[in-house]
């Protein structure tokens, strides 16, 4: 009588030794790490391994990680979790105060040059925020196009982020389609003596356009600001969605 093989044992990602469980908990982002540890307790003793959230942090806080590896900043009985949280809302906190200085600016759903550039310079001074803190932050359906285009344009100006990997960011956000429209005006030219009429033009553009060959000379008007011939520069709203 011909025995049957025996059932090959499936294995179980929970009884994964701890070392490979580590080892893929390393290769993940914030928030897979996180949904990854709900699974079991056995991945949530892999995804609160010290060695998991200082690469985070190194990842996304470099300069804070320095600080903090020099003996500066934080205790060092605190865990690398516990820094990157505090350091997360830290950095939520700062960059609110950006987002409420827009919107306290707003008027009639259009914010000025200066106040514009006044939030990216204001985001620049920032030590270490990053891409990261930029999407987080800033690219979130629960702001204005108007905030979202400043994360943009922060990113791109003032990180020097791809602007194919901030069309992806704009994606996974799906803030992509928002449209902002950029209006200036300028002052009327002389003509034999005579001062011509001022002059006006609006640019209604996309967020996920700005990323593009096409945005380019947007984002460089912004750029510039309200300057020279130029004397009035305004973003506005173009829809709330």
Known sequence: MELSPSPVPVGRWADLPEDIAISVASRLQEADVCALGA?????????????????????????????????????GVQSWKTL???????????I????????????????????????????????DIGFLDAQFFLLSRSHSAIINLIGLHYSIASLHIPPNEVHKALEAR????????????????????????????????SLSELTMPEGTQVLAILKRGAVHEVFRLQVSLVDIN
């Open 174 to 205: 799906r803030v992509e389609e928002r449209k902002v429209c950029v209006s200036l005006y300028k002052l009327g030219r002389w003509f034999y003596g005579f001062r011509l009429p001022d002059e006006s033009e609006s640019h209604k553009i």
């Open 39 to 75: 699974c079991s307790r056995s991945w949530r003793r892999a995804c609160d391994a010290n060695c998991v959230w200082e690469a985070l942090f190194r990842r996304r806080w470099p300069a804070a990680a320095a600080a903090v590896a020099a003996g500066e900043g934080a205790s």
């Open 96 to 127: 609110s105060g950006v987002a409420e200085f827009v919107e306290n600016n707003l008027r009639n759903g259009s914010l000025e040059a200066e106040y514009y550039l006044k939030a990216i310079a204001n985001l620049a001074s920032m030590k």
């Open 84 to 94: 990157y949280i505090n350091h997360h809302r830290k950095t939520s906190f700062a």
